[in-house]
């Protein structure tokens, strides 16, 4: 599926509306993420922070969480927003737990507009690395 044959304004909508269910009372930052499958089934997650901080769990991080608990299948488009609705460039962690859930091929919207994750994450480590290996 290409980037225009995905309806970026629904994924940000559900995106924007999750946000508004985030734990985010250290930051006051929260974020909302939707991810379309290639099921056609729709994945959201919103961030939920902790305490001490490196416990913090991003948005994209429930939404991944939740496509493995609903066995949705792969992430093909991927959108991570603050609750005004404006797309928001998702960290390194969570560029490494996409490329896992949604492979080379999935496209994430952000800041510049909708960009392949490999363009996100210059040579990615994937499970095809762990593959390479001898032994």
Known sequence: ??????????LRIKAKEVAKMAY???????VGAAGLTDSG???T???????????TLCAECGMISELHKRKAGKLIAAVASNPE???LAPCGRCRQL?????????????????KSIVDLLI???TVDDLKDRDG
């Open 85 to 87: 609705g404006e797309a």
């Open 41 to 43: 089934e729709i994945v």
């Open 24 to 30: 985010a009372p250290y930051s006051n930052f929260p």
């Open 45 to 55: 997650g919103c961030n939920v922070e902790n305490a001490s901080i490196g416990l």
């Open 98 to 114: 996409l490329i896992e859930a949604g492979g080379k091929e999935l496209i994430v919207d952000g800041p510049g507009g909708p």
């Open 1 to 10: 599926m290409s980037s225009n044959e995905i309806n970026w304004e629904n």
């Open 123 to 125: 040579d990615p480590f």
